[in-house]
């Protein structure tokens, strides 16, 4: 079942996963979303227990208005190629930390894409998740001026952060 940030309009950006249990990860990809004011859906998809909802979802994706598809999902993590496969929206692969591998499995299975299908891979875990969502701000941000705006002024409230730091000297 779709969660939709219905209150911005059609969703732009999609996020999927392989399970519930990559919530506590792909939680900062939706709320970096939802601070921009990027109009979002968020779902569980499971490429290898619910193929046939993959497929659907990656071919109706353009024709619903998507611009990216950020997909996190842990182990072998199909997922993002498979929907990379079927679509030709951006794919913004995030490896979650599997139980044994610690998410070493997922980005192995993610970023080794074949050439001819790319899927933009990210650090593993949370830092992954927020920095697939800046950049599907950013393939966003290409064309509306006032979300470039806000992405400016994110990164100097950064660049501020950075610049007020003291040591413990
Ligand atoms: C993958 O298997 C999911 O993306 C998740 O990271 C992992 C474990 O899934 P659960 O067993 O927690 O549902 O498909």
Redesign the pocket.
């Known amino acids: 079942m779709a969660n939709n940030d219905a209150s911005k309009g059609a969703p732009l950006v999609g996020v999927i ?6 919530w506590d990860v792909m939680q900062h990809a939706v709320n970096m979303l939802r601070d921009f004011g990027v109009p979002h859906e968020a779902q569980v998809i ?4 619910m193929p046939d909802q993959m497929f659907a979802y990656a071919e109706s994706a353009r024709q619903r208005g998507l611009r990216a598809i950020i997909a ?4 072998a ?1 199909h ?1 993002p190629g498979m929907v990379a496969a079927k679509t030709i929206v951006p794919v913004l692969g995030v490896p ?1 930390p ?2 044994y591998l610690r998410g070493e499995d ?1 980005l192995l299975s993610i970023v080794q894409m074949p050439k001819g299908v790319p899927v933009s891979t990210f650090a593993i875990g949370e830092a992954g998740a927020a920095n697939a969502a800046l950049t599907a701000i950013a393939i966003l941000a290409a064309t509306d001026e006032a979300l470039a705006q806000r992405l400016q002024d994110f990164r100097a409230k950064q660049t501020q952060a950075a610049l007020d730091m003291t040591l413990p000297l």
Not at 17 to 22: F, L, P, Q, R
Not at 46 to 49: D, K, T
Not at 72 to 75: D, L, M, N, T
Request: no cysteine; hydrophobic share 30%.
């Open positions: 996963m392989g399970s519930s249990s990559d499971s490429a290898h227990r996190g999902a842990g182990g993590a997922l979650v599997s139980k997922s």
